[in-house]
């Protein structure tokens, strides 16, 4: 059974920095897409970040671009998203994902087979 187990976020001010990580348990394939989409009030869900091992590409939103990094530890298939500079808009709940095998790169959501609980990130100013 597969579980994307999240942790980190909290509430910071803008400037600051937040760190999330998730650990993809029962997760065997390491070529398929893994990372983070965030879901702010009223809005849909967005790619923050995404890692695809299957052609070893890095792909950011255009927004978090030079402020946050996705990142992986192969060994623990675990998955950290670095999040500095944060601003009042990067507030949103925050979710770990795994792409469908098939779907290469995932930037949208749809393609997603295994989400996390979410986690909530909240930056006031």
């Known amino acids: 059974q597969v579980q994307l187990v999240e942790s980190g976020g909290g509430s910071v001010q803008a400037g600051g920095s937040l760190r999330l990580s998730c650990r993809l348990s029962?997760?065997?394939?390491?070529?398929?897409?893994r990372g983070w989409f965030r879901q702010a009030p009223g809005k849909e869900r967005e790619l923050v970040a995404m890692?695809?091992?299957?052609?070893?590409?890095?792909h950011y939103a255009d927004s978090v671009k030079g402020r946050f990094t996705i990142s992986q530890v192969k060994a623990e298939n675990i998955i950290n998203l670095e999040m500095n500079n944060l601003e009042r808009d990067d507030t949103a709940v925050y979710y770990c994902?795994?792409?469908?095998?098939?779907?290469?790169?995932?930037?949208?959501?749809?393609?997603?087979?295994?989400w996390g609980q979410g986690t909530q990130v909240t930056v006031s100013s």
């Open positions: 890692i695809y091992p299957g052609a070893g590409i890095t």
């Open positions: 994902a795994t792409g469908q095998g098939w779907a290469g790169l995932v930037t949208d959501a749809h393609y997603v087979e295994n």
């Open positions: 029962g997760y065997t394939c390491s070529s398929c897409s």
